[in-house]
């Protein structure tokens, strides 16, 4: 099937398309803590309000560029569902339905419109161009290396509530959905919404630093709307926080690296925190 040429777009609609990102994430934001919750009685946390809607509005962007390429892989379409049917599938002890279902479709999207603005922004997507053999090592590695924030991680929960060991098992799989997930929506495809934005490249410290602020803010800020509401100092220390330690050393991944290391990171920490009952 013939592809429909989409140009990068202009240098002066860069910034633009940016700050209208920011600017609905924010209205979703602000407007899922201050909507009372009652009105809204499928969710039963302001988190879980604000980080469905939040998918929702990455959904509708990954779907606008599906749309407007008008070409389809085979291939690519493939590992979509595939990564999405996993999501599903570790989501089988969550009695939210609709969630899981919102999340799977969001994750097969956004995976596939990544790897269409990756081409449109003529970057070479290492993540898809990775064999089996060398995705599962890149996990592992991944994995190795966030054994001492796993371990950090467990020593925080710790300080309020005792470790109880779980099934390892199903910790293990549980775990796949946020990493996947996660990984996928707020990063790998924003990553690649980022690269098409600025022609593929960063050429400029600041442009990098946009980036980088577009991979970690979002994501963690989507962790505590409920602490925002109880203690918003406290909410904005978390953040900082969490941001550097966890956030950042994931988003260096995915952007140094590939989405199968970032993966393994973010897998094995919530793997650990499973399995020690937090």
């Known amino acids: 099937m013939k592809c429909r040429v989409i140009k990068p777009p202009k240098k002066d609609s860069v910034d633009r398309k940016y700050f209208i990102f920011w600017c609905i994430f924010i209205l979703l934001y602000v407007g899922g803590i201050i909507i009372p ?69 969001c994750v097969t999207v956004t995976f596939y419109s990544a790897c269409r603005l990756y081409e449109l922004a003529d970057r070479e997507n290492v993540s898809i161009h990775t064999g089996i053999i060398k995705s599962i090592r890149y996990f ?69 630093v946009l980036i980088y602020i577009l991979l970690i803010i979002p994501h963690e800020l989507l962790h505590y709307p409920d602490l925002f509401i109880k203690s918003p100092g406290l909410a904005v220390v978390m953040c900082i926080l969490n941001g550097l330690l966890f956030n950042l050393p994931m988003a260096l991944l995915m952007k140094k690296k590939n989405l199968q290391m970032a993966i393994g990171m973010h897998w094995f920490i919530d793997f650990v925190r499973f399995a020690a009952g937090f």
């Open 37 to 105: 919750l009652e009105t809204t009685p499928h969710y039963h946390n302001f988190q879980s309000r604000v980080w469905s809607w939040t998918e929702i509005l990455i959904l509708l962007l990954a779907v606008y560029y599906n749309i407007r390429t008008k070409r389809f892989h085979w291939k690519q379409a493939a590992m979509s569902l595939l990564l999405g049917a996993v999501c599903l599938f570790s989501l089988f002890r969550d009695p939210r339905t609709m969630d899981i279902i919102i999340t799977s479709v």
């Open 140 to 208: 592992i590695t991944g994995a190795v290396i966030s054994i001492p924030l796993a371990v950090l991680n467990i020593l925080y929960f710790s300080l309020s509530r005792q470790i109880n060991i779980r099934n390892v098992l199903s910790s293990a799989v549980f775990a796949l959905k946020p990493a996947i997930a996660e990984e996928v929506i707020f990063r790998f495809f924003l990553l690649a919404y980022a690269y098409y934005l600025t022609y593929g490249k960063a050429e400029t410290r600041f442009q990098n």
